[in-house]
């Protein structure tokens, strides 16, 4: 075979004009991690923008077309729900019996997707009374462009074909990532056109005898991680509302697609396509949202990040001691502005988030030996928090290395952190949310620590018990209306002012008084938040706002889940119960799929939210995010120690009844439900060795 070294076109319009990002909202994404295939809502997979069948942050193939000679091909059923499995049904309107209005030739297609195969069978059958003579077309061709240089708009150079001898026929192509071949199974064997990436054959369907046309696409090329094995949580739910069991289904079944393997460890892949890979930050989150369905999940995953545990100062990786990773590639990742190591440790939040998922892990009945193992790893978590802290008291970020990102918390982009007036903070900035998943860890990991017998770590709890009065005096916002948690403190330690969704990552880590908390339930559910259709990133009355700004004005379905389980582990269901029903509001009009991010648009303006064009889809935390929000409403409390299940008599209904089966405490089982009115039960399997309790909530009517 003849190797072909990558050639990328610049990333410039033919005006001259830098190019765009491509846009995803309008794509079929089939997805089965380590590999992606986006291609055209037809199911064609045509050249331009990212679509593309992806292994390895590699583009395989960008193009894959049927059609046949004398008709156009149109569809009639398109589904592309699912995660790993699409299916199209095409009419091919200018063949068969014209003598009748009625359709005659009919081309059935499915694709499945596997970590390194695309599959697909065209089915074609004939109602005519007459034999049909049909030329099918497959035409193929591909760039092997790396990922990166897909989402800068840039264009690579396609790669010539060879033959496939022998089989159905084919072609074959290879490059520096590796090679990819597409072979057929048929009737006849194909006539290959290899220079034109054209697969043809001759076919005559008699009436009721389907002809039978499967294409195989297998590829060299390797991800840095293994697929998942598939999910073991037997997760259903019954609700009056059906889109909410939509939307947990669809979520359970991408959460399936998206799931990674290291050294037999399974974790969920941030997102598809640009982050089909390990995230310290996303992948935790992912996990703690799943842990009162698979608590071994939350374990694996810190496993998977212990072993990659910073253990040097690096400044050229943002690597510390004892602090976890932001993401893997299998290399550098060139985004211009921005050139990311394959290991980069440019985060700030995951650290402190790696602590509360062990807590997480061990309150849902995580295999004790297993949470044993990992002490080390959070023990080192601990000190890097504390070390951190030293200067100031609190966790901050600073980018040293001109080359990464600029900010360091979940909202990452340039702009993420901004001032009431729209000036942008300086680094080094302390987040908010940073310091409450510290204080939440403190606590928690200390209480872990203590449980088994372990030594403390020196210091920890003076730093934790001063931190609420701390961050009372510090982060604090007064104004007339009551006041707010500032976003963060910036270089200055000045307060940096917005209101903005970070404060609903406050909630029920302790940080936060009666006062305050009362305050920040209030105003994540009023309307300058509050879109419809989940939380906005930032007050509409923001002089920066935007609906479409990534973290600005837009909606992220996690960051509201997050709001959601915060809101009600302080007991406030209504507000809690609000904000889920703006994601279910949201669902029905993205096929049920949450995306990464959408507009951030009022839903009393619109009927409904705008696609942010190139959010990822599916997405982790977005699509654990509805199962998330199910068990905050149930106000459900695990007690692996006593395997005990404590909620309260009534939460909220307004999500309508519901039912979430296959939950698990530990290996035992059950059952949440929630009433019309809010009432709340629990179902035990019969023997089960699990106890439910009812607790008393305070009045806060």
Known sequence: MTEVTHDIEPATTPSGAPALQPLLHDLASCVAAPGVLLASRDGQLRRGGVSGWYVGDTRLLDRWEVSVGGSGLDVVRAEHRGTDRHRWTYLARSLGDLSTADPTVRIDRSRSLSAQEVSEELRLTSTASEPVEVVLHVDLGTDLAPMSE???????????????????????????????????????????????????????????APRVVTLRATTSVRGLFASGLPAPWGAEVEASDLRL?????????????????????????????????????????????????????????????????GRVDDPSTEEQPGKILHEVREQVLDLGEQRLPPLYYGTVDATPLFVCALADAAAWGADPGEVRALLPAARACLEWVLEQSRATGWLAYVDHTGEGLSNQGWKDSHDGIQFADGRLAQAPISLSEV?????????????????????????????????????????????????????????DGARVDSVASNMGHLLGTGVLDAVATDRTAGLLVDPSLDSGFGLRTLTSRSPRYSPLSYHGGSVWPHDTAIAVRGLAAEGRWDEAAALAAGLVRAAEHVDHRLPELYGGDAATDVGQPAAYPAACRPQAWSAAAPVACLVALGGLRADAATRTLTHPVRTTGRLGAWTLRGLRLGTASFDLSVDPDGRVSVALPPGSPLTVRVRAEPDRT
């Open 150 to 208: 897909v989402k800068q708009g840039r264009a690579g150079r396609s790669v010539a074909a060879e033959p496939v001898v022998g089989e159905g026929g084919g072609l074959l192509w290879s490059g520096t990532p590796g090679w990819v071949r597409v072979v057929a199974e048929a009737p006849s064997a194909a006539d290959v056109d290899a220079e034109g990436g054209r697969l043809t054959w001759r076919l005559v369907l008699e009436q009721g």
């Open 245 to 309: 069991e939509r939307v947990v289904r669809q979520g359970l079944s991408d959460l399936s697609g998206l799931l990674l393997d290291d050294g037999g460890d399974r974790f969920l892949a941030a997102g598809s396509p640009w982050f089909l890979t390990l995230f310290g930050r996303d992948s935790l989150w992912a996990a703690r949202m799943l842990a009162p369905l698979d608590p071994g999940l939350v374990l694996s995953t810190l496993r998977v990040l212990a072993r990659r545990q």
């Open 435 to 491: 310091q409450a998943y510290a204080h939440d860890a403190a606590v928690r990991g200390a209480a872990l620590l203590a449980e088994y017998g372990e030594e403390p770590v020196p210091g920890l709890q003076e730093w934790a018990e001063g931190l609420r009065e701390r961050f009372a005096r510090d982060f604090w916002v007064d104004d007339a209306d009551g006041g707010h948690a500032a976003v963060a403190l910036d270089r």
